[in-house]
């Protein structure tokens, strides 16, 4: 093993992005064997490979037996278990239950070894000790960012402002988390005030992904355009333009609360997660040319490094300032493609506008797994320019250091996070 490879196997690694369900999940209705070595993102392509949906549906019913569950599923396992998603799952098998090859005998067997890794402390173990990660910021698409009780220093919480930026208001739920009724645009800029500063102090960043359900491209609203589109939403009767004024509107206030509180504001880029209904028109980072333009005290998060309009981010990254540019979920995407990224990111933008891992994922056994798939490809790619003679062995090892932990303290007020969550536990 080399001196690099030494170093990114042993060197803590930030986790910019996680869904991670939380301990009583886990512990009390966590996942059969099955559910966890193939429910993250694999089932996207077991479907592309052909399995039917009787099959997809049976290999998620715990209620059924282990064996017939995945035969259903066998021939398009063999055609999946090369892409990123299919590595994703070895891993799992290799490394929580020793199994080098899927069978459905093996699969039973391994049943055993779940239970006792679903147990209270084992997530916080898995996560922390065996994939040593520094600290996870997991969105679970709320508001709230409370302090999780099994890691109060560990798993950290985004705000979410999905809703908001879809123009999706909900009077009910404004009313019931702020005690402000939302009847007017005024009363909307109070309720977004009040939820910043209730939740905001726990808070590791704002997110939104929007971009699964309308376009990345945003435009600067008026006050009146906006307040008239408001009136349209709240008596249900918005047009696909009302629905985006507002929706713009929304985004605009919650990157200002985000400066204001020091938070970066995440956003969903590139690929969507599933299988046919990507309108590929939606999700390219340079819709949001002028949103970037507009606040260049924010930092915006772009994530997925924008699959597969990869080499536009990298432009995006050289030219504006406020842009950070995340790897998070792309190794498990397309490997081959995110190291080629790192490569190329790394001769064109400085390295310290790179952050180099997010699982993506639900339970602690992928969020591992992706995380030593992630270190893999990084050491190959990273290894590459060295044999080219484009690195030095050192300055590989500080570029590794910095996309890998160094760049995530200098973006995210961790510390501060830190300090907020004790302050809220105690």
Same mark, same amino acid.
């Given at each position: 093993?080399?001196?690099?490879?030494?170093?990114?196997?042993? %060197?803590?690694?930030?986790?910019?992005?996680e869904?991670?369900?939380?301990?009583?999940?886990?512990?009390?209705? #966590?996942?059969?064997?099955? %559910?966890?070595?193939?429910?993250?993102?694999?089932?996207?392509?077991?479907?592309?490979? #052909?399995?039917?949906?009787?099959?997809?549906? &049976? =290999?998620?019913? @715990?209620?059924?037996?282990?064996g017939?569950?995945?035969?259903?599923?066998?021939?398009?396992?063999e055609?999946?278990? =090369?892409?990123?998603?299919?590595?994703?799952?070895?891993?799992?098998?290799?490394?929580? *239950?020793?199994?080098?090859?899927l069978?459905?005998?093996?699969?039973?067997? !391994?049943?055993?070894?779940?239970?006792?890794?679903?147990?209270?402390?084992?997530r916080?173990?898995?996560l922390?000790?065996?994939?040593?990660?520094?600290?996870? %910021?997991?969105?679970?698409?709320?508001? @709230?960012?409370?302090?999780d009780?099994s890691?109060?220093?560990?798993?950290?919480?985004?705000?979410?402002?999905?809703?908001?930026?879809? +123009?999706?208001?909900? $009077?009910?739920?404004?009313?019931?988390?702020?005690?402000?009724?939302v009847?007017?645009?005024?009363?909307?800029?109070?309720?977004?005030?009040?939820?910043?500063a209730?939740?905001?102090?726990?808070?590791i960043?704002?997110? !939104?992904?929007?971009?699964?359900?309308?376009?990345?491209?945003?435009?600067?609203?008026s006050?009146?355009d906006?307040?008239?589109?408001?009136?349209?939403?709240?008596? +249900?009767?918005?047009? =696909? &333009?009302? %629905?985006?004024?507002?929706?713009?509107?929304?985004?605009?206030? #919650?990157?200002?609360?985000?400066?204001?509180?020091?938070?970066?504001?995440?956003?969903?880029?590139?690929?969507?997660?599933?299988?046919?209904?990507?309108?590929?028109?939606?999700?390219?980072?340079?819709?949001?040319?002028?949103?970037?333009?507009?606040?260049?005290?924010?930092?915006?998060?772009?994530?997925?490094i924008?699959?597969?309009y990869?080499?536009?981010?990298?432009?995006?990254?050289?030219?504006? +300032?406020?842009?950070?540019v995340?790897l998070?979920?792309?190794?498990?995407?397309? $490997?081959?493609?995110?190291?080629?990224?790192?490569?190329?990111?790394?001769?064109?933008?400085?390295?310290?506008?790179?952050?180099?891992?997010? +699982?993506?994922? #639900?339970?602690p056994?992928?969020?591992?797994? *992706?995380?030593?798939?992630?270190?893999?490809?990084?050491?190959?790619?990273?290894?590459?320019?060295?044999?080219?003679?484009?690195?030095?062995?050192?300055? !590989?090892?500080?570029?590794a250091?910095?996309?890998? *932990?160094?760049?995530?303290?200098?973006?995210?007020?961790? @510390?501060?996070?830190?300090?907020?969550?004790?302050?809220?536990?105690?």
């Open positions: 093993m080399t001196d690099l490879a030494a170093h990114i196997e042993q %060197q803590p690694l930030v986790d910019t992005h869904h991670l369900r939380k301990e009583p999940e886990w512990v009390e209705n #966590g996942p059969d064997i099955l %559910q966890d070595l193939f429910g993250n993102y694999v089932p996207a392509d077991l479907k592309t490979a #052909g399995a039917s949906p009787e099959a997809m549906r &049976d =290999l998620m019913d @715990p209620a059924k037996e282990i017939p569950r995945f035969e259903g599923i066998r021939s398009a396992w055609a999946a278990q =090369l892409t990123g998603y299919g590595e994703a799952v070895s891993l799992v098998a290799s490394t929580f *239950y020793g199994m080098d090859e069978t459905a005998d093996g699969l039973v067997s !391994a049943q055993d070894h779940l239970s006792a890794l679903r147990q209270g402390g084992q916080f173990d898995i922390k000790n065996r994939a040593n990660l520094d600290h996870i %910021q997991t969105d679970d698409f709320c508001w @709230p960012c409370e302090p009780a890691g109060p220093d560990f798993f950290f919480y985004d705000l979410s402002w999905k809703d908001f930026c879809n +123009g999706t208001i909900d $009077p009910a739920t404004i009313s019931e988390e702020t005690g402000i009724d009847t007017n645009l005024e009363s909307l800029r109070e309720a977004m005030a009040a939820i910043f209730k939740h905001a102090g726990c808070a960043a704002v997110k !939104a992904q929007h971009a699964y359900s309308r376009t990345l491209d945003w435009h600067e609203r006050d009146d906006a307040a008239r589109a408001l009136e349209a939403t709240l008596a +249900g009767s918005a047009s =696909l &333009d009302e %629905q985006l004024c507002i929706g713009d509107w929304c985004w605009a206030r #919650g990157v200002e609360h985000a400066i204001d509180h020091n938070l970066p504001f995440k956003i969903h880029t590139g690929y969507y997660a599933g299988n046919d209904r990507m309108p590929v028109s939606r999700i390219k980072a340079g819709n949001m040319c002028a949103l970037l333009a507009a606040y260049p005290k924010a930092r915006f998060v772009l994530m997925h924008a699959y597969p990869s080499q536009e981010l990298i432009a995006l990254a050289k030219h504006y +300032g406020n842009v950070w995340d998070c979920w792309a190794w498990s995407i397309d $490997p081959y493609s995110s190291a080629d990224f790192v490569r190329r990111f790394i001769h064109t933008v400085p390295s310290n506008k790179l952050f180099g891992f997010g +699982g993506d994922t #639900g339970w056994t992928s969020a591992m797994a *992706y995380a030593i798939q992630m270190r893999r490809w990084f050491t190959r790619a990273l290894e590459a320019e060295v044999a080219e003679g484009l690195l030095t062995e050192r300055q !590989a090892i500080d570029v250091t910095r996309i890998m *932990y160094d760049n995530a303290y200098a973006c995210f007020d961790i @510390p501060g996070t830190r300090s907020h969550i004790a302050s809220a536990s105690a």
